[in-house]
């Protein structure tokens, strides 16, 4: 990657410097190089000298200028300037530029596969909504995220694995069953009362009648714990087939669906329970037990083991995490939870910690709400659900591809609003639209020469040398930065706007540069351009798992 060269020729320089006595034998800060604001300064740009010269106790200008002159010629870089008020900028050649073009098509599908993740070991935690009712779109925000940040991972060189943690065990389903099996007993004619903490939902309603449809009374004839537990069981099955259906509907897929029951049964719970006991890390208060993060900078202690002896989502959440780090042995765990998680981030960090895993290695997501508006009205309740709009509702009315966009299209740490309306929208008023439309028309640009019979493999890229076909090169050259930067910040929402300033920079392109024309050298030239274009923006599309549409 240039960038990395680059940075490696700074650092080089700096050295230098200081070895010749230009600068002064003190620690240094980090060497970075960031893309200018202003495309006229260059097209890389490091404030080395900035961070630099409070410790070098020199004015910035002047170290820029002393390494900037010790920077090698090279055939990568055709000038290197020094600009107020230290900035050391360098400028890429056209003739490199250029040549960028065939190693795009030279490489294909594989272009910008990264290694820099080694084959280190990545679990992707995310979705994990409890069995006991359709995912809404909320659920599909962290579905959209976490599979396009598996993506990403991969393609950096990740080995990843995606995983969906059902909570199948606790108080929630024990409600969950009962509530079904009260539904289950109205649907046998029984005048049952429904308690004021039990599910309500019409999906409800509807999912216990048609099980009742089918099996009829007979498991009445059960007792009632055991009936509630028959009916529940086989209503956690409907709801988890119906959870995978809309997720494979969004495009998103798990290589593991790990049960929470299975840590109760497998002996994990028991483990991790006396390993914190042995190392004095829970207290007896009150009937129930505690883990006592207080004494590790909490605010308060959190509690493990309730008053009546039944585990909190806490103390499974810390069984499933020492199973992660230290029985299936994963570098890195990244959690993508809803934002009523917020409060459960600092004390799983602190219980990791106790556990002997670091707790840098577990990263934690939480994803805000999102707001659905046609228009400028707000959608507050679905027509079917009557009490929530399903991420299946969704993807029926706008398309999976919309749904992925806008769900990338802001950071996970911000509210959204998804406009229904815009994203149906035939128009590049809608960024999906827009997008897609720009690989619709290289790819109708292609067609057109195949028709032709152009054979353009002896196109001479040196030919591309107008501002329109060199920025078009600039921008495809961004991508694998792109992807080392998310792999890196986990910050997906870089995804959609790179495609979007992709769009706008093909077509301004298209609109400024005739590709098939009566020069046919010139046309050569461009058909390998768009064809290297193409490769970049459906390899953008499909990170994000999106359609690259050959025609609109």
Not at 252 to 269: N, P, T
Not at 410 to 438: G, H, I, T
Not at 500 to 513: G, I
């Amino acid at each position: 990657m240039i960038r990395h060269k680059l940075i490696q020729v700074l650092e080089q320089a700096v050295f230098e410097a200081q070895q010749e006595g230009l600068l002064p034998a003190v620690a240094l800060p980090e060497i970075t190089i960031e893309h200018p604001q202003n495309a006229a300064h260059g097209d890389y740009a490091s404030n080395f000298a900035l961070k630099f010269s409070r410790a070098a106790q020199s004015n910035p200008l002047e170290i820029a200028t002393k390494v900037a002159s010790l920077i090698p010629s090279m055939p990568e870089i055709v000038e290197v300037r020094v600009g107020h008020p230290g900035f050391i900028n360098l400028v890429l050649s056209k003739e490199w530029l250029v040549q960028q073009v065939e190693a795009i098509l030279e490489a294909g599908e594989t272009w910008s596969t990264l290694d820099i993740g080694k084959g280190s070991r990545v679990q992707l935690e995310f979705v994990s909504v409890n069995p006991t009712g359709p995912l809404h779109v909320g659920h599909g925000r962290g579905a959209v995220l976490g599979s396009t940040l598996a993506n990403v991972l991969a393609t950096a060189g990740y080995e990843v694995e995606r995983e969906y943690y059902i909570n199948d065990a606790g108080s929630q389903m024990k409600s969950f069953f009962n509530s079904v099996f009260l539904r289950y007993q109205q649907c046998m004619g029984l005048k049952v009362e429904m308690p004021a903490d039990s599910y309500k939902g019409d999906y409800v309603t509807i999912l216990t009648r048609e099980i009742a449809q089918e099996v009829g009374d007979k498991i009445m004839l059960l007792p009632p714990d055991e009936a509630a537990t028959k009916v529940g069981e086989i209503a956690v099955e409907r709801i988890m087939n119906s959870i995978k259906a809309d997720l494979r509907l969004s495009r998103v897929d798990f290589d593991v669906w790990f049960s929470e029951s299975s840590l109760y049964k497998d002996g994990q719970y028991e483990k991790v329970m006396a390993l914190l006991q042995k190392q004095g890390c829970t207290v007896e208060k009150e009937g129930a037990v505690w883990f006592a993060s207080s004494a590790l900078g909490e605010d308060k202690d959190n509690v493990l083991v309730r008053r009546d002896g039944t585990p909190t989502y806490f103390a499974s959440d810390t069984a499933y995490h020492y199973n992660k780090f230290k029985e299936r042995n994963f570098d890195r765990v990244i959690n993508i939870w809803g934002a009523d998680h917020q409060g459960h981030v600092p004390r799983m960090k602190a219980v990791v910690n106790t556990l002997g895993i670091s707790p840098e290695r577990l990263q934690i997501i939480i994803t805000q709400m999102v707001t659905l508006k046609k228009g400028h009205e707000e959608v507050k309740i679905s027509k079917r659900s009557g009490e929530m709009v399903t991420l299946r509702e969704v993807i029926e009315e706008v398309g999976t591809d919309a749904c992925r966009f806008f769900f990338l299209s802001r950071s996970a740490d911000s509210q959204m609003e998804f406009d229904l309306e815009l994203a149906k929208k035939q128009s590049a008023e809608n960024p999906v639209y827009y997008v897609q439309y720009a690989h619709a028309r290289i790819a109708s640009i292609l067609r057109l020469a195949e028709e032709r019979q152009i054979d353009y493999s002896s196109g001479d890229v040196s030919l591309l040398i107008s501002e329109p076909e060199l920025l078009l090169i600039r921008k495809m050259l961004q991508l694998p930065e792109l992807i080392e930067s998310i792999a890196h910040n986990l910050e997906a929402s870089l995804l959609p706007r790179y495609a979007q300033e992709f769009a706008t920079t093909f077509h301004d392109f298209y609109e400024r540069c005739r590709v098939i024309s009566d020069n046919e050298a010139l046309t050569l030239a461009r058909l390998k351009l768009v064809t290297a274009a193409k490769i970049v923006l459906a390899r953008t599309l499909h990170l994000m798992s999106m359609e690259s549409p050959e025609r609109m």
